[in-house]
């Protein structure tokens, strides 16, 4: 059963930074194409970055270049996403996902296991 299960969400102060984490069970993320998704209340998906499977490329959304990273530790079968000079329109849920399908794009439909999401707040 593939499982994904995401942590490091908080509040944190506009210009702040957080890194969350995406521990994965029942995949092996070097097989997968992985991503970070985010929503906020009354909008629609947002894809921020995805890294194709066997690493075959990284996508970013324009608007989050620059300021978000995506990274996978293999050894922990984790995923995370570095965010800097965070702004309070990056308040959402952050959700990761995973598919064995490659390489990858920022549309939610093309990703089929989903964590349970993790709730950022930039406030000051």
């Known amino acids: 059963q593939v499982q994904l299960v995401e942590s490091g969400g908080g509040l944190v102060q506009p210009g702040g930074s957080l890194r969350l984490a995406c521990a994965a069970s029942g995949v092996t993320l070097d097989y997968y194409s992985v991503g970070w998704f985010r929503q906020a209340p009354g909008k629609e998906w947002e894809g921020i970055s995805c890294i194709g499977r066997n690493d075959e490329g990284t996508v970013y959304a324009d608007s989050m270049k620059g300021r978000f990273t995506i990274s996978i530790d293999n050894a922990k079968n984790t995923m995370y996403l570095e965010m800097n000079n965070l702004k309070p329109d990056d308040t959402a849920v952050y959700y990761c996902?995973?598919?064995?399908?490659?390489?990858?794009?920022?549309?939610?439909?093309?990703?089929?296991?989903w964590g349970q999401g993790t709730q950022v707040t930039v406030s000051g």
């Open positions: 996902v995973a598919d064995r399908r490659t390489p990858c794009w920022l549309n939610p439909q093309r990703f089929d296991y």
